[in-house]
């Protein structure tokens, strides 16, 4: 499993041409890998329980439809800014994987802490809190280790191997979830244990296989507050933190995407869940083919490809087109678009950022992007409230053209990455 | 995954940060017993909880029947569909092996909403008295509440289904009526038009819960849940309308004559308190508590015109069925031990 001194650029130049795709996953590096491997689990863990939780919280512990739907708002705001302090302290301390570390320890006590605080609605709010605060706190410092692991010129395919890992766990998850209900006799409870074994066991595979960093970094100071504030003034990293915002802000969401194609087609209705898992699916199948094009062709184009595919949702969402046709079209492009967005928009980031500002560089763009889109989705819903869904998805889809116009103009005519993903490729 | 040692070692040239050979296997041979350790607690857990199974109650020689008459409908805490006397619910108790997680039953119509498998598909099943299938409506999420109108003509079902992400709690709820005589289905009130507060009313965020019919079977009540607030509101089937009556009132149970309306009512306001059983007069818009001060989380049924049954659950998950009087006078009765989803029949 641990591949990561294979990766480098000078090794991949020396190896044979003709080899190139057993070297193009090799490029990708060992500890890519390892990372993969730890979101894999925590993805099974996390999606055993999303599976079963309303099942869980209705029947296991007689909670009553919306008890707990309020949540959300506050939490959202109080994650982004410990993402932002998350991001910083892990360059201040310059040991990104022990920051990602405590975020992973984190959600797998919190399956724990399910299983323990019984059926007291604010204790099981506070530990759903602790899960998410922990998926929050450890994106960055990980997506920063993916790029300090992989050479720039197959970060993209980099990022596509660790996100198909990573659905490929979400998308195992619920199967895991039922075969311990089918051996469990319906224990709930076994699930959640189960679920935390998984985690743990990722952790574990954290902390022995994932090294901190690729090369040994000058010995800088570590960077000051002022430093990581000092970021927004560099262009580049000021265009790319736009970008996302408007890319953020173009999103509405799974949940409105399953929704609508839900209300169109009467039929899906029982078959709910598995809009979801289609999506997963194309992703899951996806994200290595086209982060590779996204290092050979340039990952600004397929950024804008993707939202383009997300254009394509909405606008299905109010053609004319209906039945099975629509639904998978609508989930292909759907996973089409988190394949070609998702990662890539990382990759996109990495070189832009000074290495010893990178995790915080990351937290900032996820953060703009993260709030963003719940800014779009609150406003989504407002506009379905005042003039009904379709009108809703068509002021969606208008708002994708002006976003990916503006993103083409701010990466494209002024380019700032180009150049780092060609000199080694 | 492949291991290459050779080239790491030879192309490193940082051996202080590259693992030694004996430190990988070391590493190797950790995660592998940790995994095997991790792996024995699930299991172990997963069986234990196996063996901890409350068992099926013990099929009766009597057989259920649901037929009008003066029997109590229950479920067991299993979900076995059972009878016993209206007058003496501490008396026999006839058991079936017939499963529901919610039932209820009026005028020779009984609606069992059925989760065959907790993620497995969820079945409306409309049964007739002596338990034989007349139709079944496949329904996705976790059952919730059923009921059928007095006449046995209107069936209506409530299921839960999950939000898209388990962090973000975006819970959300299905409701369905069908009509039993001209076979028409709404598998979703949703794309019912909505007049809130008297105007109309439309945002993605509309759910509905706990349908009750009125006698003209097509008067409904039910509960609509938007932006935070619970409404009854007031439904016209025929005409696929809703329109709020008024907030913080939940899973609505309509009395025999009509006049009345049992709901959960949130404790000072806040659900997460939990809720006090109460019921509203609807010509004077009266609200009275009942004595039960335990919180109650169930659709109430209605025994009698003054008297409301509902179960309270155990830590263990098994359930008691009690009583109490829809007056506000009086106090909590235990009618049943492990029992839950009551219908009078007659």
Redesign the interface.
């Known amino acids: 499993?641990?591949?990561?001194?294979?990766d480098?650029p000078?090794?991949d130049a020396a190896s044979p041409a003709g080899r190139s795709r057993l070297r193009g996953i090799k490029a990708v590096g060992g500890n890519v890998?390892a990372l993969g491997?730890v979101s894999l689990l925590t993805d099974v863990s996390?999606?055993m329980?999303?599976?079963?939780?309303?099942?869980y919280l209705?029947?296991?512990l007689?909670?009553?439809?919306?008890?707990?739907?309020?949540?959300?708002g506050v939490h959202t705001g109080a994650t982004a800014l410990l993402r932002l302090v998350g991001g910083y302290v892990a360059d201040r301390v310059r040991r990104p994987k022990a920051v990602a570390g405590v975020g992973y320890a984190m959600s797998a006590l919190a399956k724990l802490g399910l299983l323990a605080v019984?059926r007291s609605?604010?204790a099981i709010g506070f530990v759903?809190a602790a899960?998410?605060a922990g998926?929050g706190l450890r994106t960055a410092p990980r997506d920063a280790l993916i790029t300090l692991s992989a050479p720039p010129h197959a970060l993209a395919r980099a990022f596509g191997v660790h996100r198909a890992m990573d659905s490929f766990g979400a998308f195992l998850g619920?199967l895991v979830?039922?075969a311990?209900?089918?051996?469990?006799?319906?224990?709930?409870?076994?699930v959640l244990?189960?679920s935390f074994?998984?985690a743990?066991?990722g952790v574990?595979?954290l902390v022995?296989?994932v090294?901190d960093r690729h090369?040994?970094r000058p010995p800088a100071a570590a960077p000051s507050p002022r430093e990581a504030v000092a970021l927004l003034r560099s262009a580049p990293v000021r265009r790319l933190l736009v970008a996302a915002c408007l890319l953020g802000f173009a999103v509405i969401?799974?949940?409105?995407v399953?929704?609508l194609l839900q209300?169109r087609e009467?039929v899906s209705?029982?078959?709910?869940?598995l809009l979801?898992v289609g999506t997963s699916l194309v992703y899951l199948l996806l994200a290595v083919p086209i982060g590779a094009l996204a290092d050979r062709i340039g990952r600004v184009p397929v950024v804008l490809g993707g939202y383009t595919a997300l254009l394509g949702v909405y606008l299905l969402l109010t053609a004319s087109l209906r039945g099975w046709p629509l639904v998978a079209l609508v989930l292909v492009l759907h996973g089409l678009f988190y394949a070609a967005t998702d990662g890539v928009l990382m990759a996109l980031a990495g070189p832009v950022l000074p290495e010893h500002l990178r995790t915080t560089g990351l937290a900032l763009i996820q953060t703009g992007q993260a709030l963003a889109y719940l800014a779009s989705s609150v406003l989504?819903?407002l506009a379905?409230?005042l003039w009904?869904?379709d009108t809703?998805v068509r002021c969606a889809a208008a708002m994708v053209v002006p976003a990916v116009a503006a993103t083409a103009l701010l990466l494209l005519v002024r380019p700032t990455t180009r150049s780092h993903t060609e000199e080694t490729a | 995954?492949?291991?290459?040692p050779t080239?790491?070692a030879e192309?490193?040239p940082?051996p202080s940060?590259?693992?030694r050979p004996s430190g990988?296997t070391a590493?190797?041979a950790?995660?592998a017993a940790?995994?095997l350790a991790?792996?024995a607690?699930?299991i172990g857990?997963?069986?234990h909880?196996?063996s901890?199974?409350a068992p099926d109650t013990a099929v009766t020689a009597e057989t259920v029947s649901l037929a009008p008459g003066p029997r109590l409908l229950t479920l067991t805490s299993t979900g076995q569909v059972t009878t016993v006397g209206k007058a003496d619910p501490g008396g026999a108790r006839a058991v079936s092996p017939t499963k529901c997680?919610r039932a209820y039953a009026a005028a020779g119509t009984v609606a069992c909403l059925y989760a065959d498998?907790?993620?497995g598909?969820?079945t409306m099943r409309v049964l007739s008295p002596d338990l034989k299938e007349r139709k079944a409506i496949?329904?996705?999420?976790?059952p919730?509440r059923v009921r059928v109108s007095a006449s046995g003509r209107m069936v209506s079902w409530?299921s839960?289904?999950?939000?898209?992400?388990?962090?973000?709690?975006?819970?959300?709820?299905?409701t369905g009526i069908y009509d039993s005589r001209t076979g028409t289905l709404f598998?979703?009130l949703?794309?019912f038009s909505v007049v809130k507060d008297g105007k109309p009313?439309?945002?993605?965020?509309v759910?509905y819960?706990g349908v009750t019919f009125t006698g003209d079977d097509n008067t409904f009540y039910a509960t609509l849940?938007t932006k935070?607030h619970?409404y009854l509101v007031q439904g016209d089937f025929a005409a696929r309308t809703v329109r709020t009556l008024r907030d913080r009132v939940?899973c609505p149970s309509l009395s025999p004559d009509g006049t009345m309306i049992a709901f959960?009512a949130p404790v000072e306001g806040d659900?997460?308190r939990g809720?006090r059983l109460s019921v509203l007069d609807l010509k004077t818009g009266r609200v009275t508590e009942t004595a039960e001060t335990r919180s109650v989380?169930d659709q109430a049924a209605w025994l009698d015109g003054s008297t409301l049954a509902y179960a309270q659950?155990h830590?263990d998950?098994t359930k008691d069925l009690w009583s109490v009087p829809a007056d506000g006078f009086g106090k909590p009765r235990l009618l049943l031990r492990n029992a839950h989803s009551p219908a009078a029949l007659g």
């Open positions: 499993m641990y591949l990561s001194s294979i480098r000078g090794t890998f491997t996390a999606e329980v999303t599976a079963i939780l309303p099942v209705v029947f296991g007689s909670m009553s439809p919306l008890a707990y739907g309020t949540l959300d019984g609605a604010g759903i899960d998410r998926k619920p979830a039922l311990v209900l089918a051996a469990s006799g319906q224990a709930f409870d076994a244990v189960t074994c998984v743990a066991l574990l595979v022995l296989f090294r090369d040994e969401g799974d949940g409105f399953y929704l209300r009467e209705l029982s078959s709910f869940p979801a989504f819903g379905w409230q009904g869904p809703a | 995954m492949t291991t290459q080239v790491a192309s490193d940082n940060a590259a693992p990988r590493r190797i950790t995660t940790a995994a991790l792996a607690v699930a857990y997963a069986r909880s196996s901890a199974q997680d498998g907790a993620l598909t969820v496949p329904v996705s999420g976790v919730n409530t839960f289904v999950g939000g898209d992400s388990y962090a973000t709690l975006n819970f959300a709820t299905r598998k979703t949703e794309t009313y439309q945002a993605s965020d759910n819960w849940y935070g619970r939940e959960k659900s997460t809720w989380d659950q830590d998950g």
